[in-house]
């Protein structure tokens, strides 16, 4: 469990590093989400300490990595067309694989095949969108964020 002192230092990181993003963002002319990057960074600086003993709490590492899950889908969907939001789960379920995966550095074989055929679901539910019967479907699993 963390001690109140592990939590501080963590918030008051990502402070600094937003307040600091706010900063240097505009001097660098570049387009970034700072809360994005101050707990991104975070969390990487916190994966690097873990690696090498100086850090042992992977519960707010899995909540900083968390963060930035919601963050990356969330970034995705906004972008995405509506065609591809019938793809918001297997992304969703990608990019936690992929937190999962660096908080463990290695690779879980059920969790990538799990994956893969919700993959290979979507994909087939898109590539046949059109035909009756599957068109409703589809419409409500792109609906499925819209209407709640």
């Not at 002192?5 to 937003?18: A, G, H, K, P, R």
């Not at 707010?60 to 995405?80: D, F």
């Not at 789960?89 to 799990?114: I, Q, R």
Request: charged share 15%; glycine share 4%.
């Amino acid at each position: 469990m963390a001690t109140i002192t592990d939590i501080t230092w963590i918030f008051v990181t990502i402070s600094v590093l937003f307040y600091a993003g706010l900063v240097i963002k505009p001097l660098l002319k570049l387009s970034f989400c700072t809360i994005c990057l101050a707990v991104s960074m975070t969390w990487l600086s916190l994966l690097f300490l873990r690696q090498v003993g100086f850090f042992d709490n992977d519960l707010i590492l899995a909540i900083l990595l968390g963060q930035s899950v919601v963050g990356g889908y969330y970034l995705w969907e906004r972008q995405a067309k509506k065609s591809m939001l019938i793809f918001r789960l297997p992304v969703l379920l990608t990019l936690t694989y992929a937190a999962w995966t660096l908080l463990l550095l290695k690779l879980d074989l059920s969790l990538f095949g799990v994956t893969a055929t919700i993959w290979i679901i979507h994909i087939l539910l898109y590539n046949y969108r059109t035909r009756d019967g599957v068109k409703t479907y589809v419409d409500k699993i792109i609906a499925c964020c819209a209407r709640w």
